[in-house]
Structure formats: structure tokens, C-alpha cells
């Protein structure tokens, strides 16, 4: 581990209001949905504000070459079974025409124009969460006007980040293949080098990009000029994907995924998220129980980790496109399923754990209005930089997503296929009562994002912390990562030596992270009080914030 992965602890930003509150990885971008609520826009409305913020200000987490992830509530409960939150699951398809060595079943590419497979559903997920807004939500704010700061922020430029640095030099080497990634120093090294922490970067082309989409609509992206720029980019650098593709990109609007929980309900994405994931291992920590056990104790982080392989070894089974392969989510958040999961689980012995872990950067926001409408989102584009190949002279960095996809012909559920979405890793989430939405919550993480999930939401619904300090608290990061290839648990450091000499005793290979480590996410949470106070804060290992309008 370098010195590098690591911030120094630091409290989080938190923020506290009525009128409405946000919170993001970005600073920008939290100052872009705040002012979106101060000008009387809705949750929905202050959300793409942060989102195309974020696609300028955290390029190597997110983009408009990558996929999307919203959950959408309602202030005031419907009609009975009307309170379920809208799910928008925004994943590009694999292309029509995926290369025949893909299709005779060989390797795909982690990184280069052969990873660039799907199409990138960002807008349009953006575009159908605006839909809901003006039809439903009452939303009266213009489109141009929200993407006009992320405009102002291409063009005019703004600050390296801390965390952009981190995954500019642990990319370095890498990034000098300008095979792989094709175009890329063109956009995101000026004058030969990655702009230094507090430099000020700037990218024209995306601003140009970002200035189609405020005049011509989402679907800009999809079918118009752009679209064609677009599309001729990705074939010039050599990916599969057409503008017939884009045009065919489509997002998925179904209610939300739910499990009770405590006095509660949990709600996420459904397949090919692995939300089902998150709530299998909520559900069966629900059933061990956690009242018996300290917070923090050996015994705590024991039950989580051995939750999460019970339920990762449903997930690496079953979870996949739901329009391709069946995909039996009543079975595995039925009660007997969980119960048995539940009951395999020994306080005082580990199970080994040999599966392959998946790795993957997102950005994670959210926002609460006056109306108590709420909504809870990530965004990605896979890898760190993902595919590393830029769509032409557009700016937009094209995502990897195809990368997660299992080899054609295989048996996996999660096998190529054209114009199949690939298994994904995000799952945003909503912890709802009375059908009113009381926390939003997500984080950014791959593999990581059910496991930092487990941790957030035992801390904030079993023992009662507010999000400052249920995102202060150490986490911890099972399996493999892409820069520890060891099957071992890794947990941050000031969990204390007495809990990882237990851990060891009950058979975890247990391996320490810095305190407040970016390997253990970067989530936020905002919580929301019956009488409509909300408060919010972002994780200590980013530079984002919580602000309230």
C-alpha cells in the first residue's frame, strides 16, 4: 500500500436543512444542485445539475460515455402500493455486430477500443429522469439551464482534485499506450502531463459536446449530429458500436426492488444490478441479528463479511439481463432462502473465499427537496478512465462496461450476447417508511459497494448514527482489488489491533488499509427526519460535500 492511497482522516461535510439538500463527490457539483434548489428546482432537476457536474469534474469516475442508475420518491405517499420508488436503470446494450473472435468465445478486453462494447445509457437516463420531472414532479426548470455549470466548468475549467491526481499517477504507466488508450492524452494530458492537484483543467471539446446536448435534447446523443461524431469516433479507434446502436440505446423504467428491514423498507435497482445482492446480505443479517453484538467488535465485522459471501455466491450464479437468462429474485429474497444463508453462518469460523473479484469506479449523489421528493443515483464508467479510448474529437471518454461481460458461449448467465446489457455492479439505494424515503444512500466501489453498503446501513439503522458518523467509521473490502491480487480481507486500520487479531483467530487472512482509504469507497448519505429535516454528508475519502440549499 503507498502513501498515495491514502487521506488523512478527516470529518466529512455535513450539511443540515429544510429546504432541500444535496450531496456528491464533487464540491462543484454539490454547489450546482444546491443552487438548483435555491432557485426553487425539484430533487430530480437539482440531480442532473450534479450529474453533468460530475461528468466534468470527475472524468476518471464518470461520464457521458458511461451508464446511469437513478431512484426516484415521491414527498407524499399515493394510493396503497403506489409508494414503491421508480427505478431507472440506464446500461447500454452490447453492440449488434460484437466481433467474431468475441463471438467464437475469446477474452474480452479490459481496456482499449475492444472493451468498448455497450452503448452508454447516461443520458438517456438523464433524459427520462427530466421526463418524470415536468410530467409528474412538476418541474418547470429548462434543460439547457441545467447543464449550463457543467458547460461553464469544460470551458472556463476548475481545479484538479485530489482524487482525480490519485488515479492520474496510479494509471501512469498505462496511459502511455496510446493504442489502448486511443485519444486520451489528447484530452486529459495537456502539454504532455496530468495537471497537478489545484491546476486548472480545461476540456473544449466536452464543452462543445455539452453545449449540443443544451440545444438539442438528450436524444442528441443518441440520433442526431452528435450521435454521428460519436459513433464515427468509436469506429475510428475500432469498437463494434454503431450509430444504429445508439440509436437503439433505451433505458428501463420499473419499480424499485424492496425488502423490509427493522421498521422499514429497503429499496434498489433491479437485475442486472446486484441491488438484489445488497439486500440478500441485508436480509440475512436481519435474521443472525445485531443486538446481541457491539458495534465495531470483531463479531460485527465477522457477520457482515460472512453475509456477503453468502450472498456473493448467489450473485456470481444468477444475476444477469433479465431479458436473456431468468433470474429467480422472489427465490433468493424469499425467507427460506435467507434463513438457510443465515444459518450456514458460524460466529466463530470463517468460509473460505476463492471468487473473483470485480473492479470498478462510480460516483455517487444525492438530493432531497422542499417536498421531501428524493432521489438517489450513481453513475460509471467502469474502470477508473474506463475503456480509455475517446469518442473522436467529442471529449466523451467511452466506458469498459463490456469488460464485465463473461466470454460468448460460455454457461454464465452473464455470457456475451449482442444487444445484451452486461451484469452491473451499481446499486444506489433508498431506505423508505410509511412510503416516505428517510435515507439515501451509495457509494461508489464495484465489489465494494454491497459490502460498504452492509457497514452504512447496520450503522445507521441498527445502532442509530447519523451519516457523519456512520461514514467515519472503518470499513472493510473482501476479495481481491487492483492493487492487492491476495483473496483476503482488507479493513482499515483503526478498527483497532484487537479486532483483527479476533478476525484472524476465527480464520480471515486479514490485511490492514490506511484509515479513511479510497479502496473502501467513497459513499454518501443524506437522512431524513419525519418532520422534513434532512441531513447530509459525504464520505472522508473524497473531496465532495454535502450542501444545503
Given at each position: ?11 466529512p ?12 463527490p464533487?464540491?462543484?457539483a454539490?454547489?450546482a ?6 432557485q426553487g ?48 436503470s ?9 466481433p ?22 447516461t ?24 447543464l449550463a ?5 469544460a ?34 494530458l ?6 497537478a ?21 438528450p ?32 433505458v ?6 424492496t ?60 444475476v ?16 427460506w ?39 438517489s ?17 467529442t ?7 463490456g ?19 452486461p ?27 454491497p ?31 487492483f ?67
Amino acid at each position: 500500500m503507498t502513501a498515495r492511497e491514502s487521506v488523512p482522516p478527516a470529518p466529512p461535510t455535513c450539511a443540515i436543512g429544510r429546504a432541500g439538500l444535496v450531496t456528491s463527490p464533487h464540491t462543484l457539483a454539490s454547489a450546482a444542485g444546491r443552487d438548483v434548489l435555491r432557485q426553487g428546482g425539484n430533487a430530480i432537476e437539482a440531480g442532473i445539475a450534479i450529474a453533468a457536474m460530475l461528468c466534468v469534474t470527475m472524468p476518471h469516475f464518470t461520464g457521458l460515455g458511461g451508464d446511469g442508475f437513478w431512484l426516484l420518491a415521491r414527498g407524499e405517499p399515493g394510493d396503497v402500493g403506489d409508494d414503491t420508488p421508480l427505478a431507472i436503470s440506464g446500461i447500454g446494450q452490447a453492440a449488434r455486430h460484437v466481433p467474431q473472435a468475441l463471438r467464437d468465445g475469446g477474452a474480452i478486453p479490459s481496456r482499449g477500443p475492444g472493451s468498448a462494447l455497450t452503448t452508454a445509457a447516461t443520458v438517456a437516463a438523464w433524459e427520462a429522469a427530466y421526463r418524470v420531472s415536468r410530467e409528474q414532479w412538476g418541474g418547470t426548470l429548462s434543460w439547457a439551464s441545467l447543464l449550463a455549470p457543467a458547460i461553464s466548468a469544460a470551458e472556463d475549467g476548475f481545479p484538479t482534485s485530489a482524487s482525480q491526481d490519485f488515479w492520474y499517477a496510479y494509471r501512469a504507466e498505462e496511459m502511455r499506450d496510446a493504442s489502448t488508450w486511443q485519444g486520451f492524452a489528447r484530452e486529459f494530458l495537456p502539454d504532455g502531463r496530468a495537471p497537478a492537484v489545484g491546476e486548472r483543467f480545461r476540456q473544449p471539446a466536452l464543452a462543445w459536446t455539452l453545449r449540443r446536448l443544451a440545444d438539442g435534447g438528450p436524444r442528441e446523443f443518441y440520433e442526431g449530429e452528435l450521435a454521428t461524431r460519436l459513433a464515427d469516433g468509436l469506429h475510428a479507434a475500432g469498437s463494434p458500436i454503431t450509430r444504429d446502436d445508439l440509436a437503439a440505446t433505451r433505458v428501463h423504467l420499473t419499480p424499485a426492488l424492496t425488502l423490509p428491514y427493522g421498521d422499514g423498507v429497503l429499496a434498489t435497482l433491479p437485475p442486472p444490478t446486484q441491488g438484489v445482492t445488497t439486500l440478500q446480505i441485508m436480509g440475512i443479517l436481519a435474521r443472525l441479528g445485531l443486538k446481541d453484538c457491539a458495534h465495531g467488535s470483531a463479531t460485527y465485522y465477522h457477520r457482515l463479511v460472512e453475509a456477503v459471501k453468502q450472498a456473493f455466491i448467489a450473485r456470481d450464479r444468477y444475476v444477469a439481463d433479465p431479458a436473456f437468462v431468468d433470474v429467480p429474485v422472489t427465490t433468493l429474497l424469499s425467507d427460506w432462502y435467507l434463513s438457510e444463508a443465515a444459518s450456514r453462518i458460524d460466529d466463530r469460523v470463517a468460509l473460505d473465499w476463492p471468487h473473483r473479484f470485480r473492479e470498478g469506479d462510480t460516483v455517487y449523489f444525492a438530493a432531497t427537496d422542499a417536498a421531501g421528493r428524493a432521489i438517489s443515483v450513481l453513475q460509471t464508467i467502469y474502470f477508473d478512465w474506463g475503456s480509455g479510448v475517446m469518442a473522436g474529437d467529442t471529449g466523451v471518454l467511452w466506458h469498459n462496461r463490456g469488460a464485465a461481460f463473461r466470454p460468448a458461449g460460455s454457461a454464465h448467465p452473464n455470457a456475451l450476447v449482442p444487444c445484451k446489457r452486461p451484469f452491473h455492479t451499481l446499486n444506489p439505494g433508498m431506505y423508505l417508511r410509511a412510503g416516505r424515503a428517510r435515507l439515501l444512500y451509495g457509494t461508489q466501489g464495484a465489489d465494494g459497494q454491497p459490502q460498504t453498503l452492509s457497514a452504512l446501513l447496520t450503522r445507521l439503522i441498527d445502532y442509530g448514527m447519523p451519516p457523519h458518523e456512520a461514514l467515519s467509521h472503518p470499513r472493510f473490502l473482501l476479495g481481491r482489488t487492483f492493487s492487492d491480487s491476495r483473496d483476503n480481507l482488507k479493513l482499515e486500520r483503526d478498527a483497532g489491533e484487537a479486532v483483527f487479531v479476533s478476525l484472524a483467530e476465527r480464520g480471515h487472512a486479514v490485511a490492514p488499509l490506511p484509515p479513511h482509504s479510497p479502496l473502501a469507497g467513497q459513499a454518501g448519505v443524506i437522512a431524513i427526519a419525519e418532520d422534513g429535516l434532512a441531513s447530509g454528508a459525504h464520505d472522508p475519502r473524497s473531496d465532495g460535500a454535502a450542501m444545503a440549499a
